[in-house]
């Protein structure tokens, strides 16, 4: 117990994390504590929260940040936990691994070939003399490393490959650390937003969605179109927005972005996430003389005074709303004016679209009723900037390549071992693998069979 | 005929197979077990041909897509691998009784898919999100995982009645492949769903990031799936590094299935992104 209580605060944390133990404990915190981000539907409004828990639970799950925990203090400890755990246990293992790895002459020891249970032995009637170069030009084919030696009665041949491969799960390790760092990175000097763009206009911030402020691009982005088509079902076949880029008032660059292919400039990237309707910028109107019967065409642009046929006076539409109560009946999209007599008072105008008579019941000297000229759409798109994407997507390619090597490759040896008889030879083959001993069984087969091994001349 | 009409006659026969593997465990009968391993054969081969067809016939409506878009879809491919899998394992290992614990998951799967009230055997058009070409990646590495888990989960349970027995006296058990096969075979599976999963997550995270802008939103679907991957992390470092065997993993191996499990039917009962999976 002494040489514990002597160590430095440094050693003693070091230890700590160099247990692989503890790597099993944050594994299996990890996936229990996951669970709760899962079954509580996380970021929404406060109220909701309260009205389903109570004021007790609700005050406890928000100290403890449960209504957004992947982001929490804790959850994010237990990252940096891992990360250190991970990082400690492979600096601790990897002088030896790398000591074995990069060793130039690797030892062997033929009496540890010999204990094999699972050699190949059998009788060759050539003398050992014989058969080296041709032994060795076999082995030589299928290991990339060969070494031949003289032993007291005849020769044996060391050969191996995938030593490398050893490295595979430091490989796994450093991709996990990629990933972390990648993610880092991209929750410090990245950013996640969303704007919206009316059809014909042009934008040039967008609204961040943690701390709902402003946030200004350095270029400006235009809406020339949005489409949406339906499939037959009535389910949603494309979403599909015609944006511009510009610059000091210059286009510089046209796409048609859809849902599964953005648009990406100077870093920050636009994605095709909603859409909505909005109030038609301009209507038709229809007229009806009250005492001529004459009817006339006519358009009015929001907030722009047009003047009325039967010197009726001025009128200018200034609203459209997708509901309009009456009486106790929603009289649905409904677009409302101004209407200023030649002489007399202002009077409000309302214009349901589903209900071209109801401007009658206003008495005036015509009868108005509007219809929408075409639907005006808003595009809604996720912007973000994340320059840490590619650092975690090459931390995604290191740990695929990681897991293959660590899994399917290893480092195996093999040993033949020619020794005479008489006038003939005994050969013995065998190999280790530091993983996947059944698979190299099979490879010593194989070797002793390229090798000469018969039915016959089996031992 | 139509596929989904093709594929729930491949229900039968895997059913049958199924039966025909217990019943060759139980009555030690060699020529129940041949007879299994060609119905699962056939079967395998019909079910490759559903899904040739409903590929095809998905053309044919003039919405040509993959046949893994949906619940019903993703049941089939996930039998699909399941068979491949094991008739791999069967003529690797020359043993018939895993058959018995692997192919009633093949079958309660197709059979899930094909009778369940819940489950559109439609063919339907792909809803904008899921127009990627990664959603075949994506899906068909998932799959290829979460069917070796489920062989994982047999051999675990087989090594648990097998390591039960510890003077070899229960004579249903004398076939069962050796208690260290049993081990070693679990660990391959891991390995290898292991693999799968993290490429299925990592194609599903590049997939996301091109279709809404996150390569990780903490969506429930995302996050079970993150929460498998622990567990089988779990079982590999506790294999590799503190050396356990047996009867430990056999039993973190059944929890990781659980866990696969939740995420494939279990996350369909919360709130997310991953909604069109239903």
């Not at chain 1, 087969?445 to 016959?456: C, D, H, P, S, V």
Request: some cysteine; proline content about 4%; glycine content about 8%.
């Amino acid at each position: 117990m002494q040489q514990v209580e002597n160590r430095s605060p440094f050693e003693a944390i070091w230890a700590f994390f160099s247990s692989v133990r503890l790597t099993v404990a944050i594994l299996l915190i990890l996936a229990a504590t996951s669970i709760i981000g899962t079954v509580i539907p996380q970021n929404e409004n406060p109220t909701d929260y309260f009205n389903t828990f109570g004021p007790f639970l609700y005050n406890l799950f928000n100290v403890l940040d449960i209504f957004d925990m992947y982001h929490s203090w804790w959850f994010r400890f237990l990252l940096l936990s891992l990360m250190l755990n991970i990082v400690v246990c492979s600096i601790n293992r990897i002088s030896t691994t790398w000591k074995v790895v990069f060793n130039e002459n690797p030892t062997f020891h033929i009496s540890r070939f010999r204990s094999i249970p699972e050699k190949e032995e059998f009788i060759d009637s050539r003398r050992p003399e014989e058969l080296k170069e041709e032994f060795s030009s076999l082995i030589r084919r299928r290991f990339s490393y060969t070494r031949a030696e003289t032993t007291e009665n005849g020769f044996c041949i060391y050969a191996e490959k995938g030593r490398w491969t050893r490295l595979g799960v430091y490989t796994v390790h450093l991709s996990v650390i990629t990933l972390l760092v990648g993610a880092l990175i991209g929750s410090i000097f990245g950013f996640e937003g969303f704007v919206n763009i009316p059809e014909g206009e042009t934008a040039n911030s967008i609204r961040l969605r943690k701390t709902n402020a402003l946030y200004p691009l350095e270029f400006e982005i235009r809406c020339d179109d949005f489409n949406v088509s339906f499939y037959e079902s009535g389910s949603p076949k494309e979403y599909r927005s015609s944006l511009t880029i510009l610059e000091g008032g210059k286009p510089l660059l046209q796409k048609n972005i859809i849902v599964n292919d953005p648009l990406r400039y100077k870093g920050i990237n636009f994605f095709q996430s909603s859409y909505g309707t909005l109030p038609p910028n301009e209507i038709a109107l229809k007229l009806v003389g009250k005492d001529t019967k004459i009817e006339y065409d006519q358009k009015a642009v929001m907030n722009k005074e047009i003047d009325l046929p039967e010197g009726e006076g001025k009128f200018v539409y200034t609203d459209y709303r997708n509901s309009f109560p009456f009486r106790g009946h929603n009289l649905g999209e409904t677009a409302i004016g101004i209407l200023t007599p030649k002489n007399g008072n202002r009077v409000d105008v309302i214009l349901p679209i589903k209900f071209p008579s109801f401007d009658g019941m206003r008495q005036g000297g015509l009868i108005i009723s509007a219809a929408e000229l075409h639907h005006r759409y808003y595009t809604g798109l996720q912007v973000t900037r994340d320059p840490g994407v590619w650092v975690v997507y090459t931390g995604f390619v290191i740990m695929i390549l990681g897991c293959y090597i660590t899994f399917f490759m290893s480092h195996k040896r093999i040993c033949v071992e020619v020794a005479k008889t008489g006038k003939k030879s005994k050969v013995m083959v065998a190999g280790t693998a530091n993983k996947n001993k059944l698979g190299m069984h099979a490879i010593v087969r194989k070797m002793a069979k390229n090798l000469g091994i018969t039915n016959e001349n089996r031992l | 005929m139509n596929s989904s009409q093709l594929l729930s006659i491949i229900t039968f026969f895997y059913g049958i197979a199924a039966s025909l593997y217990i019943a060759a465990w139980i009555f030690k009968k060699e020529i129940l077990g041949k007879s299994a391993s060609w119905v699962v054969l056939l079967g395998a081969a019909g079910n490759t041909a559903g899904i040739i067809v409903r590929w095809v016939e998905s053309y044919q409506l003039g919405i040509g897509h993959a046949p893994l878009s949906n619940m019903y879809e993703s049941l089939i491919f996930f039998s699909w691998t399941l068979m491949i899998i094991y008739l791999v394992i069967e003529r690797t290992y020359q043993n018939r009784i895993i058959g018995a614990f692997a192919t009633p998951i093949a079958f309660l799967a197709m059979a899930y898919a094909s009778l369940s009230p819940n489950i559109n055997d439609r063919i339907q058009p792909l809803v904008p999100a899921l127009k990627s070409n990664w959603l075949i990646a994506h899906v068909i590495t998932c799959f290829l995982g979460y069917a070796a888990f489920a062989i994982g989960f047999g051999i675990s349970l087989m090594y648990l009645l097998k390591q039960g027995d510890k003077n070899a006296k229960n004579r249903m058990l004398v076939h069962f492949p050796a208690i260290d096969v049993l081990d070693e075979l679990n660990y391959q599976m891991v390995m290898f769903g292991f693999l799968f999963l993290s490429i299925g997550i990592i194609t599903g995270s590049v997939w996301a990031n091109s279709a809404w802008g996150n390569y990780w939103s903490w969506d429930p679907k995302e996050t079970w799936s993150l929460i498998t991957w622990f567990v089988y992390a779990t079982l590999l470092h506790a294999r590799l590094m503190r050396g356990w065997h047996g009867k430990r993993l056999a039993f973190i191996s059944i929890v990781g299935f659980l866990a696969v499990l939740f995420t494939y039917f279990g996350v369909n009962l919360l709130p997310g992104l991953h909604s069109y999976a239903k």
